[in-house]
């Protein structure tokens, strides 16, 4: 059985074409520095690009994988986190 890589399986999502979050990184990969795996992946010559979305959004797609739920007093519709995605 092949060894689990998290940071490959990371850059694999993104060159796949999907965005990624910070949050998404570390609970869906296992990822335990994602800003580093983004500056090795622009040494490789790669430019992400970023945008703001709302944290409801990403929750959607987290919980398309795995069960994230937030406190009740989260207003987690109006929090902006950055997501990120390999320019093609």
């Keep these: 059985m092949a060894e ?3 940071a490959s399986a990371l ?6 074409g999907n965005p990624v979050t910070l ?3 570390i ?4 990822v335990r520095n994602p800003n580093a795996e983004f500056t090795r992946i622009k040494k490789d010559r790669f430019l992400i690009e970023s945008r703001e979305v709302p944290m409801a959004k990403v929750i959607r797609r987290i919980n398309e994988y795995a069960v994230c739920k ?3 007093e989260l207003p987690y519709k109006e929090i902006q986190l ?7």
Excluded: Q, S
């Excluded at 609970?27 to 296992?30: A, C, M, P, Q, T």
């Excluded at 950055?82 to 093609?88: F, Q, S």
């Design 4 to 6: 689990y890589k998290a």
């Design 11 to 16: 850059r694999e999502h993104m060159l796949e």
């Design 23 to 25: 949050l998404e990184a």
């Design 27 to 30: 609970l869906l990969f296992g």
């Design 70 to 72: 937030v406190p009740e």
């Design 82 to 88: 950055t997501e990120y995605w390999i320019k093609k």
